[in-house]
């Protein structure tokens, strides 16, 4: 088990940040670490792989690779999954589930081939133990994964059990909360090194304060959740606690202040009570409030990290000009909208237009006028929201919110008057260079 092929898938966007990540976790590098597209490729030792599934904070599994074959049918993949040894990771007396994705593959079902994979893994251990393992499609005790191209087949076993993204901590949560692998790769993007303040004005639920909150403590994100190869056969409970252990010894008083705040204060509670499952309660101070009225919460300019509700209609902090009182839940596309309609009504406001223009011009002035010194990191489906912001973007990463193409943009505030840019339409802030630097990951 010091051999193995590990495959890390993670969103699109954040394979460079994630090959960082398992670099500082592991020291892998060279050809022992590679960036690939949607995930990253690790040689790593068992010992690594239960290291990195306790400490990644951007993988969404940590995948052994186990066999990779060419196919042209249905009997091929029963033939590869036939010669995989599943008897050195699992027992008959356990369950287990198939699970496979595709890209372009010449089969007509994956159903079909799942079945086949599946009769493959339960016939070979007939034949080497004399009884099958059951299949469990809910809570299996093991997870085997197949991913066909138009040409290979690639089968891995699961190390990580549930996505990693659940920590195990987030209980209260809006109806659709920012995924803590995404708010993670938002903080690793904008290079927060948890030695400046962070403030996250929508916060929600609290998944952004609370991920920068571990970070600054030197808390490993796996702590508060159990794993998957604790039911594979080469797992070692004293080599794992040593693990644990050594992880609980690198915690450590917070190196930066952390802040968040919300409009609505049923999710200002979430977040609180989030925290303090997530061991971070006294790092961070949470607030209510309009974001429009809000003033910086440190004396100290840091970074302003957030993830602002997607929709036509924008009430995803506050006030945007008169629009009291016309709040329209119905309207919202966003994971607050339920807490919004719960608001008593001198807490309920909305943008004045449709596309929530007002809303961001608004929170650009404020930025502008009460915010010199920091800078701001907004991810956004929307590419006109610096057009919105009448700002000029120093730095835009592409990066993905599930299905949906996002940009994370880097506004640097100065104080000043918006001057108008010659011959473009936009707007920048008084002494800004106007230039646009693209991110380090392509799209």
């Known amino acids: 088990m010091n051999a193995l092929t590990l495959f890390l898938p993670c969103a699109a966007g954040v394979e ?6 398992v670099h500082a976790i592991t020291g892998l590098t060279g050809h022992d670490l590679m960036t690939g597209r949607g995930g990253v490729m690790a040689k790593a030792s068992w010992r690594e792989a239960m290291r990195i599934n306790l400490h990644s904070r951007l993988t969404q599994r940590v995948l052994v690779q186990l066999s990779v074959t060419d196919y042209r049918n249905e009997n091929d993949l ?17 369950t287990f589930k ?50 066909l191209t ?46 400046v303040p962070l403030y996250d004005p929508c916060c929600g639920s609290g998944t952004i304060p609370i991920e920068a909150a571990q970070i600054a403590c030197g808390i490993a994100p796996g702590l508060q959740r159990r794993f998957g190869f604790e039911k594979l056969l080469p797992f070692q409970n004293h080599v794992w606690q040593g693990l644990i252990e050594e992880a609980r010894d690198n915690e450590h008083e917070p190196t930066a202040p952390v802040f968040g705040s919300d409009v609505a204060f049923r999710m200002v509670d979430f977040a609180e009570r989030n925290a303090e499952r997530a061991g971070v309660s006294g790092v961070i101070e949470f607030r209510g409030g309009d974001a429009l009225q809000r003033m910086p919460p440190s004396e100290t300019p840091g ?19 008169r629009g009291r009182d016309n709040f329209q839940p119905g309207a919202l596309s966003d994971a607050r909208a339920s807490s919004r309609a719960a608001t008593p ?15 961001f011009a608004q929170l650009a002035s404020h930025w502008k006028k009460n915010y010199s010194g920091w800078s701001a990191w907004m991810l956004t489906p929307d590419l006109k929201l610096p057009s919105k912001m009448r700002l000029k973007e120093s730095r835009r990463v592409p990066m993905w919110n599930g299905p949906i193409e996002c940009r994370l943009f880097r506004f640097d505030m100065i104080k000043g008057s918006l001057k108008r840019v010659a011959g473009d339409g936009t707007s920048s802030p008084a002494g800004t260079t106007g230039t646009d630097t693209s991110g380090t990951i392509a799209p």
């Open 150 to 195: 138009p040409e290979t087949a690639t089968l891995y076993i699961d190390t990580s059990g549930e996505p990693l993204f659940k920590r195990g901590w987030r209980t209260d949560k809006g109806d659709a909360p920012l995924k803590e692998t995404l708010a993670a790769a938002m903080i690793a993007a904008s290079g927060w090194d948890a030695t």
């Open 345 to 359: 009504s001198h807490h309920r406001e909305t943008a004045q237009t449709d596309d929530g223009g007002d809303f």
């Open 78 to 94: 029963y033939r590869a999954a036939s010669e995989v040894a599943w008897e050195i990771w699992f027992t008959p007396k356990q």
């Open 303 to 321: 970074v302003m990290l957030l993830n602002p509700p997607y929709g036509e209609r924008i009430a995803a902090a506050g006030v945007a000009g």
């Open 98 to 147: 198939i699970d496979i994705t595709a890209q372009h593959s010449p089969l007509t079902s994956l159903n079909f081939a799942a079945l086949k994979i599946k009769d493959a893994v339960a016939d070979r251990f007939r034949a080497k133990r004399g009884e099958r393992p059951n299949v469990d499609t809910t809570w299996p005790d093991v997870r085997i994964y197949a991913h």
């Open 16 to 21: 460079g940040f994630l090959a960082d990540e």
